[in-house]
C-alpha cells in the first residue's frame, strides 16, 4: 500500500505565497518521479510542475518563473513553493508520484487527496 499525503493549501491574497507538501509513505522500493497538478472548477485538470531524479524539472508555462519543486528523496516528499500568487491559481492541487511498490516491485501512479489553493484578489 502506498500513500500520499498533501500539506500547505489555504487561502492568501494575490501576491502572496504558500508552500505545498506531498509525502508519500507506505510499500515504496524506489521513486521515479514526482509532480503537482490542479484542477480549477469547471476545467480539466493541468499539469502545474514535475521532477525526475532530484533535479530535472519542469513547468506549466502559467507558472514558470513563480513556482518551484524541489524533492528530499529520503524523506519521499516533494515540495511546490508558490510566490507572487494570482487569483487564477485558484484550484485545488494534487501531488503524484510513479512509485515502485516494494512488495509487488511493480509500477504505478498514485494520487493525493488534493489540498485547496484560493487566492484573493
Known amino acids: 500500500q502506498v500513500r500520499l499525503v498533501e500539506s500547505g493549501g489555504g487561502l492568501v491574497q494575490a501576491g502572496g505565497s504558500l508552500r505545498l507538501s506531498c509525502a508519500a509513505s507506505?510499500?515504496?522500493?524506489?521513486?521515479?518521479?514526482m509532480g503537482w497538478y490542479r484542477q480549477a472548477p469547471g476545467k480539466q485538470r493541468e499539469l502545474v510542475a514535475a521532477?525526475?531524479?532530484?533535479?530535472?524539472?519542469n513547468y506549466a508555462d502559467s507558472v514558470k518563473g513563480r513556482f518551484t519543486i524541489s524533492s528530499d528523496n529520503a524523506k519521499n516528499t516533494v515540495y511546490l513553493q508558490m510566490n507572487s500568487l494570482k487569483p487564477e491559481d485558484t484550484a485545488v492541487y494534487y501531488c503524484?508520484?510513479?512509485?515502485?511498490?516494494?512488495?509487488?516491485?511493480?509500477?504505478?501512479?498514485?494520487w493525493g487527496q488534493g489540498t485547496q489553493v484560493t487566492v484573493s484578489s
Open positions: 503524484t508520484a510513479s512509485i515502485r511498490n516494494s512488495g509487488s516491485r511493480s509500477w504505478g501512479n498514485y
Open positions: 507506505g510499500s515504496i522500493f524506489s521513486i521515479n518521479a
Open positions: 521532477i525526475t531524479g532530484g533535479d530535472n524539472t
